[in-house]
């Protein structure tokens, strides 16, 4: 009976991350999917938060392999492209492609591709003012 009950927790646990992680605006890190998460679990652990993602990045979520100094991870979503402050250090989603992908060079086929924009966030750029 004790196996069942660990079970449902990690479920509960993961089920929490994943919606954190679903609602996001950005990619995140594990200190900000743990503080996050814990506002509806008090009794959630670090250690717990990097095992779940290991566990969901093996199924629906994905390390955002560019963003920066600290790894950041992400919900599976539609097509996007990111914005990284250099300041804070948070990434941000953008919700344009700028990129035709039919002006592929001839013979050409691309299978994915990945854009970030670097500079300084609002909010980083008020604190400087």
Same mark, same amino acid.
Do not use: W
């Given at each position: 009976?004790?196996?069942?009950? /660990? #079970?449902? $927790?990690?479920?509960?646990?993961?089920? *929490?991350?994943?919606?954190?992680?679903?609602?996001?605006? +950005?990619?995140? @890190?594990?200190?900000?999917?743990?503080?996050?998460?814990?506002?509806?679990?008090?009794?959630?652990?670090?250690? /717990? #938060?990097? $095992?779940?993602?290991?566990?969901?990045? *093996?199924?629906?979520?994905?390390?955002?392999?560019?963003? +920066?100094?600290? @790894?950041?991870?992400?919900?599976?979503?539609?097509?996007?492209?990111?914005?990284?402050?250099?300041?804070?250090?948070? #990434?941000?989603?953008?919700?344009?492609?700028?990129?035709?992908?039919?002006?592929?060079?001839?013979?050409?086929?691309?299978?994915?591709?990945?854009?970030?924009?670097?500079?300084?966030?609002?909010?980083?750029?008020?604190?400087?003012?």
């Amino acid at each position: 009976m004790e196996s069942k009950k /660990t #079970v449902l $927790r990690n479920t509960k646990q993961k089920g *929490e991350i994943l919606k954190v992680l679903e609602m996001a605006k +950005g990619p995140l @890190s594990i200190k900000e999917i743990y503080e996050l998460s814990r506002k509806n679990l008090d009794n959630l652990g670090i250690a /717990t #938060v990097y $095992r779940a993602v290991n566990h969901l990045m *093996e199924r629906t979520i994905h390390e955002n392999p560019s963003s +920066g100094r600290i @790894s950041r991870f992400e919900a599976s979503r539609h097509h996007h492209h990111h914005f990284h402050c250099k300041q804070c250090d948070r #990434v941000y989603d953008i919700e344009i492609c700028p990129i035709p992908l039919d002006k592929s060079p001839k013979g050409f086929t691309v299978d994915t591709h990945e854009i970030i924009l670097y500079g300084t966030c609002s909010d980083c750029n008020s604190k400087a003012r």
